[in-house]
């Protein structure tokens, strides 16, 4: 079993900076691609950033500039560094992780609960 935790989000001003963390826990013998989605109310869950367990990252357009998401591997987390928020960066943010339980399982997508980040001055 895995489990991914989430954990940061908040109210923050317009132009704030939040830090989300995610880690994932459980039985796990790889992990590859993580990512942070987001949906607000109304709308579909889209991409935010994403990140290769080489290091490679891509990011919505949307956050270019502002968003840094960044990985420690020994420690199984991932990580979203939010600046210049705006108020319509709100949204209930989710962690991704492809993770593998076994040398010869295969990779399952994984899902966190989910941690809400509302930007409203």
């Known amino acids: 079993q895995v489990h991914l935790v989430e954990s940061g989000g908040g109210l923050v001003q317009p132009g704030g900076s939040l830090r989300l963390s995610c880690a994932a826990s459980?039985?796990?013998?790889?992990?590859?691609?993580m990512g942070w989605y987001r949906q607000a109310p109304g709308k579909q869950r889209e991409l935010v950033a994403a990140?290769?367990?080489?290091?490679?990252?891509n990011y919505a357009d949307s956050v270019k500039g502002r968003f840094t998401i960044s990985r420690d591997n020994a420690k199984n987390a991932v990580y979203l560094q939010m600046n210049s928020l705006k108020p319509e960066d709100t949204a209930v943010y989710y962690c991704?992780?492809?993770?593998?339980?076994?040398?010869?399982?295969?990779?399952?997508?994984?899902w966190g609960q989910g941690t809400q980040v509302t930007v409203s001055s």
């Open positions: 991704n992780a492809a993770i593998r339980s076994g040398h010869y399982a295969p990779v399952n997508a994984y």
């Open positions: 459980g039985t796990i013998f790889s992990i590859g691609t």
């Open positions: 990140i290769t367990s080489g290091g490679g990252t």
